[in-house]
């Protein structure tokens, strides 16, 4: 479930910020399937995945919590 939630964030900021699945894939170092994967919420993204997301996308880690939209 939590899987789910990083996934939905991950993949709202990537198109909020205009990335394509192949360019944000590109430029974080990973394959499409991979990132394809952490957004449809079957793999958990690990804690050094989650921190270049979010240097990536010019986010913090908070703002791309999925805690955060519970508040």
Known sequence: ????????RIRAF??????????FA?????????LGEIERGNR???K????????SLNVTIEELSPNDVDR
């Open 26 to 34: 590109k430029d974080l170092g990973v394959s499409v399937s991979v």
């Open 1 to 8: 479930m939590e899987a789910e939630k990083w996934g939905r």
């Open 44 to 46: 958990e993204p690990s």
């Open 48 to 55: 050094e995945f989650l921190e270049d997301v979010a240097k």
């Open 14 to 23: 990537r198109k909020l910020k205009g990335y394509t699945q192949e360019s």
